[in-house]
């Protein structure tokens, strides 16, 4: 079943109340890992206690990891396993990157999965059994998951949906500049072609490096050119000098029922939408709203209240955003 992230979500809440184990298959840097992570932060949130997360990359694990090694000091070989497995509490397992590992390694994994125990270890009540992997066609070094160990799971196929992704990176305090710029160029948020050879390309995943690549360094052409690529990298720096050479955001907050609106311009008009969402105040916030509301394109004042929101929360209870939000509660999402 191929789901986005928002879908994922429901699916692995579900899945935790039942104890269901869950497979996740995707290309490379669409969020597999992270969309884990955030299920766990939600169970934690919902059950007010810590939920843990115990992360095997089956490439680097050894079946001994799984069935654990004789011990012959005895009168009976008994079998030592290792001291990470869970004995108690709540959380997952995941076993990421799980068709990178050796046929012996999932071999080893089927009793984990299906009967949740490994021998005499048994699986606490409270963990659940998650797994993840890259797509056999991706070409990303990875063994053949037979179908014994596939049909114990069930098995998603995430997909990357830019409205879904925004979403997340608005909650994940994601750059604002990379927000705006996938909004403006949307198809560029996921690039992956297994045929080509490239040594960079754009994904969920890189385009949160180039977030914390902004936050770090700025608009460092060499670092996010090494997250995305050249062609890319070259296209959201330009796209953020736009935003940073705009002369016109004062005279936009003094006359904003006045002030030119470049609807022939849509990089520029996205850059002034996050330009003006970071100095919204109380007292220039109706002026911002009112001058946003001009664009042709409606979904631009729509990014701008998404960001004023994200960054400052207090603006909500203004008569400002109040009035706005009556007049437009079909464009708040």
């Not at 995707?26 to 597999?32: H, L």
């Amino acid at each position: 079943m191929i789901v986005n992230s928002r879908e994922l979500a429901i699916q692995l809440d579900g899945a935790w109340l039942h104890r269901v184990p869950v497979y996740i298959e995707g290309n490379p840097g669409v969020g597999k890992s992270n969309n884990v992570e955030q299920a766990r932060a939600r169970r934690q949130a919902l059950v007010g206690q810590p939920v843990g997360m115990l992360d095997l990359r089956l490439s680097q694990r050894d079946a001994t990891d799984f069935i654990g090694i004789p011990d012959t000091s005895g009168e009976f070989t008994t079998w030592k396993m290792p001291d990470f497995w869970p004995t108690s509490g709540c959380g997952v397992i995941f076993l990421d990157e799980i068709n990178q590992g050796s046929q012996l390694v999932q071999a080893a994994s089927y009793q984990l999965v299906l009967d949740r125990r490994l021998g005499k270890y048994i699986v606490p009540p409270g963990w659940v059994i998650w797994a993840a992997g890259n797509k056999q066609t991706d070409r990303a070094i990875v063994n053949k998951m037979g179908s014994a160990l596939r049909s114990r799971f069930i098995q998603y196929e995430l997909s990357v949906d830019h409205g879904a992704w925004e979403e997340w990176a608005l909650r994940a305090g994601v750059h604002m500049d990379v927000i705006a710029y996938l909004r403006w160029q949307p198809a560029h948020l996921h690039d992956f072609d297994p045929m080509r050879d490239d040594k960079v390309f754009a994904c969920p995943r890189t385009w949160e490096m180039v977030s914390k690549v902004m936050q770090a360094l700025g608009t460092s052409l060499p670092a996010i050119s090494g997250c995305v690529g050249d062609a890319k990298a070259a296209s959201f720096v330009g796209f953020v000098r736009i935003k940073d050479d705009l002369p016109v955001l004062k005279k936009v907050i003094a006359s904003p029922k006045t002030a030119d609106v470049p609807d022939d311009k849509p990089n520029v008009c996205f850059a002034i939408s996050t330009a003006l969402a970071k100095m919204a105040t109380a007292a220039n916030l109706d002026a911002i709203l009112t001058y946003m509301m001009r664009f042709k394109r409606k979904d631009f004042a729509a990014l701008a209240v998404k960001l004023i929101v994200r960054d400052h929360p207090e603006l909500q209870k203004t008569a400002a955003f109040i009035d706005w939000a009556a007049a437009n509660s079909e464009r708040i999402v």
